[in-house]
């Protein structure tokens, strides 16, 4: 891949990977834009805050503030970020010693803690992930995992590598034969390579209607430039009246 999933990243004052900063700001693009973006409280890779039990001592882990949202809002945010791949949930005071916030795990990193992988596992159980066991107290939406396998979503093809477009192009179906009815009789052809044929020509007439439009440009420039020699000409032996 062209983007490092687990290069670290600071943004909104945190330290995230950037798998965890795709799944947020996606889920932001996608459900939240009316209050986006959130702001955050603590990151991922952060051993000094002993409330949080170890959950953000590695990968996939964030806390959002909710001081300035609306309690709609807040359930919107766990609601986008539980459809986007975290296990996450609103904590309030009654629980621990902490701040009301959102705490969220992104499901499947292969970098987080012991502890942030013991609260996927309760999650995914319908538990509220803390020390308690208690009952999930959040939305429940399916369960979703979210994939990186290439920089689609968020970074998009002007970062990809060869490998995402080889898993492109097997996702997308574009291995199989289709007709080119450019040809007479018509004759089968792959559609990658149909796809890429296309691409390549429309590449290159760009280029060339590039380059016709700055020859034309030089053309009228150099038209332009023997005119005036000419009127010049013209004025020296009296057959036109001098400019004024």
């Known amino acids: 891949?062209?983007?490092?999933?687990?290069?670290?990243?600071?943004?909104?004052?945190?330290?995230?990977?950037?798998r965890t900063v795709e799944m947020l700001e996606v889920s932001e693009m996608h459900w939240l834009r009316s209050f986006a973006p959130l702001s955050l409280s603590q990151g991922s890779y952060s051993t000094g805050v002993s409330q949080s039990g170890g959950t953000h001592d590695g990968g996939g882990a964030l806390d959002v503030r909710v001081l300035d949202l609306t309690g709609s809002q807040r359930s919107s945010v766990v609601t986008a970020l539980r459809k986007q791949g975290f296990a996450a949930w609103l904590r309030n005071p009654s629980q621990g010693d902490w701040p009301y916030h959102i705490h969220a795990i992104a499901i499947g990193d292969k970098e987080m803690s012991p502890a942030a992988k013991q609260q996927v596992i309760d999650y995914k159980n319908g538990l509220n992930g803390l020390t308690n066991k208690g009952p999930d107290d959040g939305p429940r939406v399916t369960w979703t995992e979210y994939r990186q396998d290439i920089d689609l979503s968020y970074y998009?093809?002007?970062k990809w590598d060869d490998d995402d477009f080889k898993a492109f192009f097997n996702r997308a179906g574009?291995?199989?034969d289709m007709q080119n009815l450019n040809t007479d009789p018509v004759v089968k052809i792959n559609a990658k390579s149909s796809l890429e044929y296309a691409h390549q020509h429309a590449t290159d007439?760009?280029?060339?209607?590039?380059?016709?439009?700055?020859?034309?440009?030089?053309?009228?420039?150099?038209?332009a430039s023997n005119a005036l020699k000419l009127d010049k000409v013209l004025v020296d032996l009296g057959k036109l009246a001098p400019p004024a």
């Open 205 to 223: 007439a760009d280029e060339k209607a590039t380059a016709a439009a700055a020859a034309a440009k030089s053309a009228d420039a150099y038209a």
């Open 1 to 18: 891949m062209a983007v490092d999933p687990y290069g670290r990243t600071t943004r909104r004052g945190v330290l995230l990977n950037n």
């Open 156 to 158: 998009g093809p002007e």
């Open 174 to 176: 574009w291995g199989y």
